[in-house]
C-alpha cells in the first residue's frame, strides 16, 4: 500500500514537471518569435537603406551631369 502513495506522488511530481516543460516551451517559442521579427525588421531597414543609397549613387551623377550640360 505504502507503493500506492509514492506512485500517486510520482505522477503529480511528473504532472507538474510536464506543466513547467509547456510552459517552458511556450517561452522559448514566443522568444524565438520575437527573434524572428526582430530579425525580420532589420532585413526589412537594410533594404530601405540599400534602396536610399543605390537612388542617391545613381540620382547626384544623372544631376550634376543635367546641370553641367545646361551651363554649357
Known amino acids: 500500500m505504502g507503493s500506492g502513495n509514492t506512485t500517486a506522488g510520482q505522477k503529480k511530481l511528473t504532472a507538474a514537471q510536464r506543466a513547467e516543460r509547456i510552459k517552458a516551451a511556450e517561452e522559448r517559442e514566443k522568444r524565438a518569435e520575437a527573434k524572428r521579427k ?10 530601405v537603406i540599400v534602396c536610399v543609397i543605390l537612388i542617391l549613387a545613381l ?5 550634376a551631369l543635367t546641370v553641367l550640360n545646361l551651363g554649357a
Open 59 to 63: 540620382g547626384i551623377p544623372t544631376m
Open 38 to 47: 526582430a530579425a525580420e525588421r532589420t532585413k526589412k531597414i537594410f533594404t
